[in-house]
């Protein structure tokens, strides 16, 4: 690899050669004529050879100087388009990371909405349960699930889990259901699932006892073999607020438990002022209050800075 000079002395050769004055290069950098005088002599001692010489009250350029002047003032050029090219894209594309359930159940279906209120920002949405760093990664928001606030983060809490049986009305006509305990001789979807275990303990009914049944490892896949009548599962309305709507999915008992996370949108301290940013959480706690409508199952708390 080419041996460069430090690059803060090379930074002060560019501009002093550009203004061809160390005063203005000062000016422009930030620094004292005497630091700039200091870089001059550190990057000429570098190369082994002077790229000014005084001319009466002036510094001009050496022949060396000459030479290499004009590439050097290229390449930080063609810095500065590749990165102001980077802040561009930086401002225009949303990056998000979200849990699988609320991604895919409740929010890709509402970011047409968004999109169209912003069509200046393209929206890129990662689905994963994995925890990012959000200050080391490139993504600038996550919707995660957690328990309360995360030091080091702007948190904005967005909804409670709540939990209750779902099945389909076809299921319901096939297996009656008339008291909770009746849930025990029906096939249940991922009946070890400890939101049985919350739901049946905040009712203080018979404990869920472990039987045979299909496990699944997330509420998306559960919510979807419930669907296909395949049992009842134990779900957050707010996931399936659309199926529940279209009578897809009924709740054979009203009562309803609430799990000890929600669901939070959170993004690092340093991007708190970032328009898209804004933009987005603003939508975000807008769309969360008109879903809820008369909230029926107790998600909205009152919404935090």
């Known amino acids: ?5 430090p690059l803060a002395a090379v930074r002060v050769f560019e501009a002093a ?35 000014f010489v005084r001319q009466g009250r002036s ?5 060396l100087g000459r030479r290499i002047a004009p590439q050097v003032n290229e390449a930080f050029a063609t810095l500065g388009r590749a990165f102001a090219a980077a802040r561009a894209e930086s401002d225009t594309i949303l990056s998000i990371t979200a849990a ?21 920002l393209a929206v890129r949405l990662d689905v994963t349960d994995t925890i990012v760093d959000l200050a080391a990664s490139e993504f600038d928001i996550g919707v995660r699930g957690m328990a309360g606030p995360i030091p080091g983060l702007v948190c904005h809490f967005l909804m409670r889990m709540p939990v209750t049986p779902l099945a389909t009305p076809a299921f319901l006509e096939r297996h009656p259901l008339k008291t909770p305990a009746d849930l025990l001789t029906v096939p249940r979807l991922s009946p070890d699932d400890d939101w049985w275990d919350l739901w049946f303990s905040s009712l203080a009914e018979p404990g869920n006892p472990r039987q045979a049944g299909i496990r699944f490892e997330s509420q998306i896949l559960d919510g979807h073999a419930a669907l296909a009548g395949h049992g009842v599962a134990v779900l957050s309305p707010p996931m399936f607020q659309a199926q529940i709507e279209a009578g897809q999915l009924v709740q054979p008992f009203p009562h309803v438990a609430t799990y000890r996370n929600g669901f939070w949108l959170v993004y690092p301290e340093h991007k708190r002022n970032l328009p898209k940013v804004r933009l987005f959480r603003d939508w975000m706690l807008d769309a969360v209050k008109r879903a809820a409508g008369d909230d029926p199952y107790g998600i909205l708390v009152p919404l935090g800075s």
């Open 1 to 5: 690899m080419a041996q460069i000079p």
């Open 17 to 51: 050669s550009r203004h061809g004055n160390f005063s203005r290069a000062a000016e422009e950098l930030a620094m004292t004529q005497a630091a700039v005088s200091y870089q001059m002599k550190m990057l000429e001692e570098r190369l082994g050879a002077p790229l």
């Open 59 to 63: 510094m001009v350029l050496t022949e």
């Open 100 to 120: 699988r359930t609320i991604a895919t159940n409740w929010l890709a279906g509402r970011l047409g909405d968004f999109q169209i209120r912003r069509p200046e």
